[in-house]
């Protein structure tokens, strides 16, 4: 099983739909969760982390399920600048204080007009 | 406050030759990392360096590359011999070593094609 796994995609949606990633993650001892977004040929950036409790930020909600060791992203409203592709990224454990995160393949986003 | 910065953008080389990459973090930042990311791929941690030190180089081809960090700031990461499979984009990040802060920034990454 891979560490952190995601849908690669694509999906193809028009502006204005509610669209969802979801990500599952190997180690249950992971505490740090995150959404990178990755525009084509550019680099990766923190769109958001996430939290036990969930949360959200504008059109964007993430949430987080320990039990079942899966992360999701939810989109509402896509723009057409919502195109890209979305990183789940989380913590390893194994490193102890060095931070090194574990990184999915990214699923890949079109919006469409 | 100036991002991370890495050069050359682009770069493309024959297999067998070498090649070096430059990174300059974000000042204060003292963890450095390199990946490797290969187009369709996540970014792979090649080497993690705390300051000076080299944490994690787990998953770095010891018989070609290697990076250094001398003075704790900017970072050079070299190969030698390239191999084609070695085309990819490589991105150098940065990070503050604050407790409980994972967040990366990434520099904008040099694109290596070997041919």
């Known amino acids: 099983r891979k560490e952190v796994e995601q849908d690669p995609g694509p999906f193809n949606v028009p502006e204005g739909a509610t669209v969802a990633f979801n990500c599952t993650y190997s180690?249950?001892?992971?505490?740090?969760f995150f959404w990178y977004r990755q525009d084509c040929r550019k680099e990766p950036k923190l769109l958001m982390s996430?939290?036990?409790?969930?949360n959200e930020d504008g059109r964007f909600t993430a949430q987080l399920n320990r039990a079942s060791q899966y992360i999701s992203l939810l989109i509402r409203d896509s723009k057409l600048s919502d195109s890209a592709t979305y990183l789940c990224?989380?913590?390893?454990?194994?490193?102890?204080?060095?931070?090194?995160?574990?990184w999915g393949l990214g699923t890949s986003l079109a919006v469409n007009p | 406050e100036a991002g991370v910065a890495q050069s050359p953008r682009y770069k493309i080389i024959e297999k067998r030759q070498s090649v070096a990459f430059w990174c300059n973090p974000i000042s204060g930042h003292a963890t450095l990392y390199w990946y490797q990311q290969i187009l369709g791929q996540g970014p792979k941690l090649l080497i993690q360096f705390q300051n000076n030190g080299v944490v994690d180089d787990s998953q770095l081809p010891k018989d070609r590359f290697s990076a250094e960090r001398l003075k704790g700031v900017d970072s050079t990461l070299k190969i030698q011999p390239a191999k084609l499979e070695d085309s990819a984009v490589y991105l150098c990040?940065?990070?503050?070593?604050?407790?409980?802060?994972?967040?990366?920034?990434f520099g904008p990454g040099t694109r290596l094609t070997v041919t």
């Open positions: 180690n249950s001892a992971s505490q740090s």
């Open positions: 990224v989380v913590n390893d454990p194994n490193a102890g204080n060095n931070r090194k995160l574990i």
């Open positions: 990040a940065s990070s503050q070593r604050l407790a409980g802060n994972y967040e990366q920034y």
């Open positions: 996430v939290y036990s409790s969930g």
